[in-house]
């Protein structure tokens, strides 16, 4: 079993900045694409970025594409999300998990880590 460990998270004001890492504990690590998503306070957990196994491609959701960057170390087990411009609406619990494309990139992993807190105030 994988174990996915998110850090990184804090309160920030609107317009500022925080970075994100996930841990994967596993040697499969660089076997999958992996992605990033968050929940806010009573709603659904929804998809934010994605990287592919090696880096060569990513994705991510209109609402954070040109402020988000996803990327990886395969050499460290770890996973980062640069958040830039970080406005109020960005303010959830955010996760990690290793993804597959269907016609949305899904959580390979029925589990989660504890996540960790973003908040950002306007």
């Known amino acids: 079993q994988v174990q996915l460990v998110e850090s990184g998270g804090g309160s920030v004001q609107a317009g500022g900045s925080l970075r994100l890492s996930c841990i994967a504990a596993g040697r499969t690590f660089s076997s999958y694409s992996m992605g990033w998503f968050r929940q806010a306070l009573g709603k659904e957990r929804e998809f934010v970025a994605v990287?592919?196994?090696?880096?060569?491609?990513?994705y991510y959701a209109d609402s954070v594409k040109g402020r988000f960057t996803i990327s990886r170390d395969n050499a460290k087990n770890t996973m980062y999300l640069q958040m830039n411009s970080l406005e109020p609406e960005d303010t959830a619990v955010y996760y990690c998990?290793?993804?597959?494309?269907?016609?949305?990139?899904?959580?390979?992993?029925?589990?989660w880590g504890q996540g960790t807190q973003v908040t950002v105030s306007s």
């Open positions: 998990n290793a993804v597959y494309k269907t016609s949305t990139w899904t959580p390979l992993y029925d589990y």
């Open positions: 990287i592919t196994r090696i880096g060569a491609s990513t």
